[in-house]
C-alpha cells in the first residue's frame, strides 16, 4: 500500500507517515504472523515481539511529531499506589510511592493527541509475616505511550502501552534490606487508561490513571506476579495552546 495523495486523509499530514504507517504494518505481518516456524527458543521470539512492538510504536510517535502542527513539553509528578497481583499465598497490601518525569504532547487533530512520557514510578507492595512488616519496593523506569481523546472544555480521556524497565528492586524487613532484582524480570508491558484535565489558558493539569502489567514480572518459581496500581499527578505544559 503506497499513499499518493497530497495530504492522507488517514494522517492528515502528508504521505510519509501514511507510508512508514505501511511498512511497519506490513512487517509485523511477514515476520510476527507467519505460520512458517522460526529456528529459536520460544522464549528469544517472545521477547523479539515485544520490543518490535514498542520499537514500532516509537518510531511512528516520533514519525508523527516531526509531521505535527503543535507539539508541547511538560513536566509531571504525582503519588502511586501499587500492588503485585497474581496467584500468591500472602496478602499483599497497596504501597504508595511517586512518580516524576517529562511529557510529550502532540496534537494529531483538534480532537487526539498522541502523549509518549518517560517517567520514574516507585511501585512495589506491603505485606505482614508474624507480625513483621515487610516491602517489596520496585523502582521502574516507566515509558507510556498513551493515545488521548480531547474535549472541548479540557477534559481527556486516554489509553495506551506502557514498557516498563526495572531500575532496582529491594526487600525491607523491619530494619533490614536485600536486593531482590535477580528475582524480578527487568521489563514490563501493560496497559494504562485513565482520564485527564488540562486548563487551556494555564497549562496546568490533573492526570488520573490505572496501570496493569500484562506480563509476569517473576523470574523465579512458577508464582505469577503483575505489577497494578493507580497514579495521580499534576503536570505543566509548557507554551500550551488549547
Avoid: W
Avoid at 517489596?136 to 505511550?145: F, G
Wanted: proline share 3%; with cysteine.
Amino acid at each position: 500500500m503506497i499513499c499518493k495523495e497530497k495530504t492522507c486523509e488517514l494522517c492528515k499530514y502528508s504521505p510519509k507517515l501514511c507510508n512508514i504507517s505501511a511498512g511497519v504494518i506490513g512487517y509485523f505481518c511477514i515476520h510476527l504472523v507467519s505460520p512458517k516456524p522460526i529456528n529459536f527458543g520460544l522464549s528469544f521470539k517472545i521477547i523479539k515481539m515485544k520490543y518490535l512492538f514498542f520499537t514500532a510504536i516509537a518510531f511512528l510517535i516520533f514519525t508523527g511529531t516531526i509531521q505535527a502542527q503543535n507539539v508541547n513539553i511538560g513536566i509531571k509528578g504525582g503519588l502511586n499506589s501499587y500492588t503485585l497481583l497474581g496467584d500468591h499465598s500472602i496478602d499483599f497490601n497497596p504501597k504508595l510511592g511517586f512518580n516524576l518525569g517529562l511529557l510529550g504532547h502532540i496534537h494529531i487533530n483538534s480532537n487526539l493527541a498522541f502523549q509518549p512520557e518517560l517517567l520514574y514510578s516507585g511501585q512495589g507492595t506491603t505485606y505482614k509475616i508474624s507480625g513483621l512488616d515487610n516491602s517489596i519496593k520496585l523502582n521502574y523506569v516507566n515509558i507510556p505511550l498513551i493515545l488521548q481523546y480531547m474535549f472541548d472544555n479540557g477534559f481527556r480521556i486516554q489509553a495506551g502501552p506502557q514498557l516498563g524497565i526495572l531500575a532496582s528492586a529491594n526487600l525491607v524487613r523491619g530494619d533490614s534490606s536485600s536486593d531482590l532484582k535477580d528475582n524480578y524480570k527487568s521489563t514490563d508491558i501493560g496497559l494504562t487508561v485513565g482520564v485527564s484535565y488540562v486548563k487551556p489558558s494555564t497549562g496546568f493539569g490533573i492526570d488520573f490513571r490505572y496501570n496493569r502489567g500484562l506480563t509476569n514480572i517473576n523470574s523465579n518459581g512458577t508464582i505469577n506476579s503483575y505489577n497494578g496500581g493507580v497514579q495521580l499527578g499534576l503536570f505543566y505544559l509548557f507554551q500550551h495552546r488549547s
